[in-house]
C-alpha cells in the first residue's frame, strides 16, 4: 500500500533527525507487525529491507483508492445537489481502468454493502447519514517533544446510524478496507480486532467511536471489533516496547505461526521466510510440513 501524501511525515524525520529515536514515527502497520512477528519487524522497520510489490499489494492499492474516490464522489456531489443517487454506480471513479479488473467481487460487493447503507438510511429518514464523515481521516499524536509520534490513517468514518449491523445510532464507525480473506475466528482477537483496536486508541478523543470494524469487499463481510480495554493496554505495550528496542536483532525474538508459511508454493510464504531463522514449515519444525529443510518446496517429481 502506497503511503499516503501528509507534510507530518516530514516533520516526523525533522523531530527523529533531532531527537536520534530509531524510528520516525509509529504508525499500526508497525504495530501490527510487531504484534505477529519481532523478528519481522526488525527485518522490515531497523534493518529496512521492505517486501516487494506482489499482486496482492497492487490489489490493495487499486481497491482502496477507488473506495476512496467513491467516497469523496459522494461528498462532492452531495453537497451540488444535495441528494443522493440511486445509482450508486456513478460515484465510482471516471476512470474505468482504475477499477474495472477488480469490479468482480470487490466492486460489485462493496456497491451491495453502500446500498444497504443507503436503505438504512431513507427508512430513518435522512439521506444525510450516508455521507462519509471522514475519508482517509489522518491523525498524529506528538506527546512529548522527545517521543516518537503516533499516527494512522483511517479509511473512512462512517455515521453509526448508517449501519444496520452496528446497534447504536450515535457515534461513529471506524472502517478499514480489507481485500484479503476473511481470517477464520480463533485468529481474529489477536490479528484484525487489534488491529482496529489501534483506530480507537488514536481516534478516541476526537470521536465518540460506537464500532471499529474491518469490511472485506472480496466476501462482502463486516467484522465489529468490540471495544476492548485488554487489546487497548496491549496496543500500548506493543508500543512501549518499540520505542524502547534498539538495533539488537537478539531483543527480536521470532513468533511463528500461518503467516510465516502456508503452502509449498512460492507465493505461500511471508516476504521474509527466506531470511528469517525460522523453521515453520519445514521437517521438524512446528506448523504442517510444507517445506524441505532449506524452506525450499517439495518437488512432486523429484529424483531420488
Known amino acids: 500500500m502506497p503511503v499516503p501524501d501528509s507534510p507530518n511525515f516530514d516533520r516526523a524525520s525533522t523531530r527523529q533527525a533531532r531527537t536520534g529515536n530509531l524510528h520516525a514515527y509509529i504508525s499500526k502497520s508497525r504495530v501490527m507487525e510487531y504484534a505477529k512477528n519481532p523478528k519481522h519487524f526488525h527485518i522490515k522497520y531497523v534493518l529496512g529491507i521492505r517486501e516487494p510489490t506482489n499482486h496482492w499489494m497492487i490489489r490493495g492499492s487499486e481497491v482502496h483508492l477507488a473506495i476512496e474516490n467513491y467516497y469523496l464522489n459522494v461528498l462532492e456531489r452531495f453537497e451540488d445537489e444535495g441528494e443522493i443517487d440511486d445509482d450508486l454506480i456513478s460515484y465510482l471513479p471516471e476512470d474505468v481502468t482504475m477499477w474495472a479488473r477488480w469490479t468482480e467481487p470487490f466492486i460489485s460487493n462493496f456497491l451491495a454493502f453502500e446500498t444497504d447503507r443507503l436503505r438504512e438510511c431513507r427508512r430513518k429518514g435522512d439521506e444525510s447519514l450516508f455521507l462519509p464523515i471522514e ?170
Open 135 to 304: 475519508v482517509e481521516a489522518e491523525i498524529w499524536d506528538w506527546r512529548g517533544d522527545d517521543d516518537v509520534p503516533l499516527m494512522g490513517f483511517a479509511d473512512v468514518v462512517l455515521h453509526a446510524a448508517s449501519l444496520s449491523a452496528v446497534d447504536s445510532d450515535d457515534g461513529v464507525v471506524i472502517i478499514d478496507h480489507k481485500t484479503g480473506k476473511v481470517p477464520d475466528p480463533k485468529y481474529r482477537d489477536d490479528g484484525i480486532f487489534l488491529e482496529l483496536e489501534y483506530y480507537n486508541f488514536l481516534f478516541g478523543d476526537q470521536y465518540d467511536v460506537a464500532a471499529i470494524a474491518g469490511y472485506y469487499p472480496g466476501f462482502n463481510e463486516l467484522l465489529i471489533g468490540e471495544l476492548s480495554d485488554e487489546r487497548l493496554a496491549e496496543i500500548e505495550r506493543i508500543i512501549s516496547e518499540i520505542e524502547t528496542l534498539g538495533k539488537n536483532p537478539e531483543d527480536y525474538p521470532i513468533k511463528q505461526g500461518p503467516l510465516c508459511c502456508w503452502g509449498k508454493e512460492p507465493e505461500k510464504q511471508s516476504s521474509y521466510y527466506g531470511i528469517c531463522p525460522c523453521n515453520w514449515a519445514t521437517p521438524g519444525g512446528p506448523g504442517p510440513t510444507y517445506r524441505d529443510a532449506d524452506k525450499q518446496p517439495f518437488s512432486e517429481h523429484a529424483v531420488e
